[in-house]
């Protein structure tokens, strides 16, 4: 087993090292980083909830964001920055105001998810990999397939504004 | 095997013959059988999501409603009636304008989960226990302390009107 541990630090180390013998990248090198996931994590609609969230304006939807369980552990602990593996996913749905539900309030009052909308996000921590956007790999999904490129790029820089908290908007809902 | 299924079968039918056997209940027999259920079932807040909403008017909250695994699996499957076994958990949080998504968005737009607001609440299938409620116990915690029996005698009334989709007001979000 220790020698395992051994091994282990000693190939971690010298990754260390290849990864510093690579010149520092300018705009072209960046661009050429896979930043975008381009796989739908399996099993996201089994997670256990983050937390749920309203966007007017255009987006007009209602949310819920879940969390694999290293993002759960990560949340629940408060510790930054998230661990690689990390997978934090956002739903979203049609803001519809429920008539069967209005009619036993006796008034407008409820509104609840329609259908899916704004596609399915993701956000996946792989801090070598995803170097170049914070560490996050972003995707979306509309009907199960990634979203163009174009799309993908508008992630990270509205994501960059709230470095501070990891490029995380979400907090934990007790 | 055949033979433990056999005995249970038989179990099962005396106990419906008892059931029978017993006077049909007028008002004061309905009162005095528990329709409220006292203990917050355990682990609720790792369950998976059915779906989210948002309540205006005097709840004015953002809410989640998670169910256990048998929940899950009915509302998957959409079979009716709800298995005994079934819990679906209402947990809810103050609908609060989040400034710092805003400030990034430029505009009001983002609205979130703030503290936990109008308690934790519970729906418990059990068609024998809870007869006299359409087989749901039903439960409110607040602050981790069951809610006045005042409180809880205002749920089935509510639920009632909903009889046709088993006394089950939330749809499951895909």
């Known amino acids: ?22 010149p520092a990248s300018g705009q072209a090198d960046q661009e050429a980083v896979p930043i975008f996931v381009t796989e739908i994590p399996p099993g996201y609609r089994d997670w256990r909830l ?73 956000m996946v921590k792989d801090s070598k990999k995803y170097a170049s956007t914070g560490g996050w790999g972003f995707a979306q999904f509309d009907d199960g397939k990634p979203a163009d490129e174009a799309v993908l790029k508008t992630c990270f820089p509205c994501h960059e504004a709230i470095k501070a908290r990891e490029f995380v908007f979400t907090h934990y809902a007790p």
Chains 1, 2 share one sequence.
């Open 1 to 22: 087993m220790r020698r395992i541990v051994f091994v282990l630090i000693a190939v971690a180390a010298l990754a260390g090292v290849v990864a510093h013998m690579v």
């Open 50 to 122: 983050i937390s749920v969230a309203r966007e007017e304006g255009i987006l007009n939807d209602i949310r819920a964001i879940l969390g694999n369980d290293i993002a759960i552990k990560a949340y629940r602990e408060g510790k930054l920055p998230y661990p690689d593996g990390t997978i934090i996913a956002r739903l979203a749905w049609s803001y519809v105001q429920s008539e069967e539900n209005n009619k036993v309030f006796g008034r407008p009052q409820s509104f609840v998810a329609g259908p899916p909308k704004n596609g399915v996000q993701f």
